[in-house]
């Protein structure tokens, strides 16, 4: 059964703060949509183990400290499948290792609009700017990635970096994926902390999403309830439906 965690996290360096509000306004919205997906044949959610949400950690400190706080409060059940709710994007860091120890060869599928490739962000190694290259060390490249418009200078990341949506090129991996949906990756999602014009339509993701063959594991994050309207709780909690319709078995 797939298990679900909301990790209601942000750190010192988010932008504009709010992430950490996230969970609880995915899982509110989430109770006013249908457990069918138009999308997916009509597939109807069965039931997931519904781990809760953790306390909020909000750091004033490093990124390392924050990220040992949340290892610290994981449900010791939390294996794959599982879902997990952000939070600011370091969330995925801790939803890779946990991946990495059931699947050694897992890859993992980004939809950003950004790299999140630097070596360092305002002087720390952990943060949202960093997490993808923390995860390329992890995973030794085994990363796509999909949607991102905005690259500083010094991100040189050596990992694949698809220009278009290309859904031929998620379904030629064979190996488990890991899934982790930057929620500012979409063009017409404001409800972010980062945004960025352009990027995917919400019909490119959901032919992603149907590319990936065998998706074991998934974040959603960077959804900022307080940066737009409320209709973005409607947006987010059909992504987190899709996503989990995507990890049940088909
Ligand atoms: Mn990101």
Not at 41 to 54: A, N
Not at 179 to 190: A, E, G
């Amino acid at each position: 059964m797939i298990r679900v965690l909301g990790l209601p996290t942000e750190g010192k360096e988010n932008f504009l703060k709010g992430v950490a509000l996230a969970p609880a306004f995915v899982r509110w919205a989430f109770a006013g949509i249908e457990d069918a997906s138009p999308y997916q044949g009509g597939r109807v959610l069965e039931e997931f183990e519904d781990l809760g949400d953790l306390p909020f950690i909000l750091e004033e400190t490093d990124g390392r400290n924050r990220l040992d706080r949340i290892r610290e409060a994981l449900p010791e059940n939390l294996r794959p499948p599982f879902l997990l709710l952000g939070g600011d994007h370091l969330v995925s860091l801790v939803g890779v290792e946990i991946a990495l120890r059931r699947f050694p060869d897992l890859w993992v599928v980004h939809m950003d609009a950004h790299l999140d490739a630097r070596r360092q962000y305002m002087g720390d190694a952990f943060s949202h700017a960093t997490v993808m290259y923390q995860i390329s060390r992890m995973v030794n490249n085994r990363i796509l990635s999909v949607g991102v418009r905005s690259r500083a200078p010094e991100e040189t990341p050596s990992w694949e970096i698809l220009s278009e949506p290309e859904p031929d090129r998620l379904a030629s991996l064979q190996a488990p994926v890991y899934l982790t949906v930057d929620m500012d990756v979409f063009s017409d999602f404001p409800c972010v902390s980062n945004y960025e014009p352009g990027g995917l339509s919400f019909r490119d993701f959901l032919s992603l999403l149907k590319g990936i063959r065998r998706p074991v594991a998934a974040d959603i994050v960077e959804y900022n309830p307080l940066a737009g309207p409320p209709s973005c709780g409607a947006f987010a909690a059909v992504v987190f439906r899709e996503v989990l319709l995507a990890l049940q078995e088909r």
